[in-house]
């Protein structure tokens, strides 16, 4: 089914989005991260729709698109249609749910070779693979691992997962196996929460991590 609304611009720091003018949980019967098809002014682009909470979501604008609107009239016309998955990197995978990359029943630790590819190290100790493979296949380089790519990989590699919860600071049991998203220096930060250690791309493996720095955690299914 085709979804069709006005919407205008919005712009947060250097990326923009467009609100959706409905419940999308009442209308779509989804929630979650939800990957769509969109269509803006004749470009076409995939992407998954950012939670605001309560059926509240957003369009993420990819900086290509962005430049081809931004001159465009304070309306636009948005069509999107629900998909399957984001074919951006699991169109090719060898890999299904009931054929993961492998079953993670142990994390071998691995640092990230400088700041700005944790998102890469996480993915790489949970598929089992180094980090330059895990580049090649995100086809992202520094500071691209957005948590939305990294949803994309999880797919590609077969992994099963449940959807990101928001733990505000607060003091939380994790699953025995989830990627947190911490607040970090300038940016957020990604790391491996498995079997009660904390596998940090950036300080090594902790025994112990301050809850209140933790944004939000996306359970692994093991």
């Known amino acids: ?7 205008a611009l919005l712009k947060e720091g250097n990326r923009a989005y467009l609100s959706i003018p409905f419940n999308v949980w009442e209308t779509c019967g989804q929630k979650g991260l939800i990957p769509v098809e969109v269509e803006i002014s004749g470009n076409i682009f995939e992407c998954k729709l950012i939670p605001k909470g309560n059926g509240k979501y ?10 081809n609107i931004i001159n465009s009239l304070e309306e636009i016309d948005v069509e999107f249609k629900l998909i399957d998955g984001l074919s951006r990197i699991n169109s090719n995978s060898p890999y299904t749910k009931e054929n ?13 070779p400088q700041n700005g590819f944790c998102g890469q190290a996480c993915l790489a100790m949970l598929a089992g693979i180094s980090i330059d493979e895990v580049i090649k296949i995100m086809k992202s380089t520094k500071w691209q ?23 505000r600071g607060k003091m939380v049991n ?10 970090g220096c300038k940016k957020s930060h990604l790391l491996i929460h498995y079997n009660g250690e904390y596998y940090d ?16 955690y996306l359970e692994i299914n093991i």
């Open 100 to 112: 993961p990359i492998r079953k993670i029943d142990d994390i071998n630790y691995i640092q990230q």
């Open 201 to 216: 791309p950036t300080f090594g493996i902790l025994q112990e991590y301050q809850f209140e720095n933790i944004i939000s």
């Open 174 to 183: 994790l699953p025995n196996c989830c990627i947190l998203n911490v607040r």
């Open 1 to 7: 089914m085709l979804y069709s609304f006005k919407s």
């Open 58 to 67: 957003l369009i993420p604008v990819t900086k290509q698109v962005y430049k």
């Open 145 to 167: 691992a957005s948590l939305s790519k990294v949803i994309e990989t999880l797919d590609y590699f077969g992994f099963s997962y449940g959807r990101p919860i928001y733990t």
